[in-house]
């Protein structure tokens, strides 16, 4: 099969499979990164079709859409559905090694690997920053019942990842916590330069909170 027709058939299984989640992996999310996957692809010159194939199939095994043995039943699902596709060993191996270690899960992670990786893994967390980071989190916190916000929780840092999974925080907590520190973490120059707008956004928003949530002084 060709690439081009590939990358149709991977649209396709993974619209299915994401049409209907709330949790921030939806459709759009992973439009929205395969994208961006592959412009950054482009700019540094890393391999488009496995970046493209990555980034559509990057959320299928993550934990939170596989509550029935977790990641590991989601990786053997992809790679299931790469075999029904006939792709070759080597593609299947690169596209299964860049999504199995490109999430966050409280930045306790090492570097990925490959430049793909790195592409990817970059698209990832550009989504999760500026204007649409910021609207993410707040879709995210509503659906687990989080707060928007409340002064009496401390916020944490170093993180394990079920801290970062499963204790109590808030949508303005998961900024300190997570998405100020995607800048400094982004892997290539492309990516770099795209983040710095979107996070003065995100350090704006958050004065203009505090300010407006202590309301006019007189
Ligand atoms: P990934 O695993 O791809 O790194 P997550 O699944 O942790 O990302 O998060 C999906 C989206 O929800 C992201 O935009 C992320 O910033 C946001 N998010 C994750 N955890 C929280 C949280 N505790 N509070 C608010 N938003 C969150
Ligand atoms: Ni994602």
């Known amino acids: 099969m060709d690439k081009a027709q590939l990358v149709v058939n991977a649209t396709t299984f993974v619209r299915n499979e994401l049409e209907e989640d709330a949790s ?12 961006l996957a592959k412009y950054i692809a482009k700019k540094e010159s890393a391999d488009e079709f496995i970046c493209v194939l990555a980034a559509l199939l990057h959320d299928i095994a993550d934990e939170k859409l596989n509550p029935v043995g977790g990641e590991e039943a989601g990786l053997s699902r992809v ?6 596709q006939h792709v070759t060993d080597d593609t299947t191996q690169k596209v299964l090694e860049i999504i199995s270690t490109m999430s966050f899960k409280g930045g306790n992670r090492p570097q990925m690997k490959t430049l793909e990786g ?15 980071g910021i609207a993410r989190t707040f879709a995210y916190a509503g659906a687990h019942g989080d707060l928007i916000y409340d002064p009496k929780i401390a916020l944490r840092d170093h993180l394990t990842k079920e801290e970062y999974r499963n204790g109590k925080s808030t ?3 998961h900024f300190y916590e997570k998405l100020l520190k995607l800048k400094g973490l982004m892997n290539t120059n492309t990516a ?20 407006e949530w202590e309301g006019p002084l007189d």
């Open 24 to 35: 921030g992996h939806d459709w759009w999310h992973i439009a929205r990164v395969t994208k």
């Open 118 to 132: 790195k592409v990817v893994q970059d698209a990832d967390r550009l989504d999760a920053i500026g204007a649409i």
């Open 171 to 173: 949508a303005i907590n």
């Open 192 to 211: 770099r330069e795209l983040a710095e707008k979107r996070h003065t956004l995100m350090e704006q928003f958050l004065t203009d909170f505090y300010n």
């Open 79 to 84: 790679k299931a559905w790469l075999e029904s």
